[in-house]
């Protein structure tokens, strides 16, 4: 089984509807990211959680929320998806140091 | 504030010529760095990664890098390209001063086009 499991892997969702992706892992940590990947811009941090009761947002959280429910789940939402929201979305887990194990990514369309 | 830079959004090489794509970071202190890379629909995986011991690193798949300090560079070389090694590379900072965060910036990717 993968390290960090991501769903779903594809989606497609019309402009202003609430979608969740939901990620898990099994490596342990308590630092858990969600990062999205646009061509030519690498990739961004929308949020970031040490623990259930610690989240944090990165630079580029406006038009998305998460919600940590368990060490190994960490959900993001688009409350109200637009078009610029269509990107390869990852979720990540990591130690300390910053060695990340990223899932497989979800590709979000909003049409 | 942290930034990476990768120099060359996409590099060509022959199988068997020498690999090298360019990273440099911009930071006060010596940050912990890190090489990804991006194989078509999957995640990433790391390469390597440096975190202030040894200042040439070596990697998976025959990949090593060289921090320099003096020059702010993380440099990524493989002696040899294999058309295996096809795939997007991506540059990663973490600073020390928050590393306990484990937050990761990512510079904006290399896509490495190997030829027969």
């Known amino acids: 089984d993968a390290d960090v499991t991501q769903t779903p892997r594809n989606r497609i969702t019309k402009t202003g509807k609430r979608i969740m992706l939901e990620c898990s892992q099994t490596k342990g940590h308590d630092r858990m990211y969600w990062y999205r990947q646009d061509p030519g811009l690498g990739l961004r941090l929308i949020y970031y959680?040490?623990?259930?009761?610690?989240?944090n947002k990165g630079e580029i959280s406006d038009g998305y929320s998460v919600s940590r429910q368990a060490q190994a789940k960490f959900s993001l939402s688009l409350e109200s998806a637009i078009p610029n929201q269509t990107a390869l979305y990852f979720c990540?887990?990591?130690?300390?140091?910053?060695?990340?194990?990223f899932g497989q990514g979800t590709r979000l369309t909003v049409v | 504030a942290q930034s990476v830079t990768q120099l060359g959004s996409h590099v060509s090489v022959s199988e068997g010529a020498l690999v090298l794509l360019r990273c440099n970071y911009s930071s006060s202190v010596p940050p912990y760095l890190f090489w990804y890379v991006q194989y078509p629909n999957q995640g990433l995986q790391l390469l390597l990664k440096y975190t202030s011991a040894a200042t040439l690193v070596k990697g998976i798949n025959g990949f090593e890098a060289e921090f320099k300090k003096s020059e702010t560079s993380f440099h990524l070389t493989k002696p040899s390209a294999h058309m295996s090694d096809a795939a997007e590379y991506f540059c990663a900072v973490s600073d020390p001063a928050t590393s306990n965060t484990g937050k990761l910036i990512f510079g904006q990717g290399t896509t490495l086009q190997v030829k027969p």
């Open positions: 959680s040490f623990d259930v009761k610690d989240i």
């Open positions: 990540a887990t990591s130690d300390f140091v910053g060695e990340a194990f």
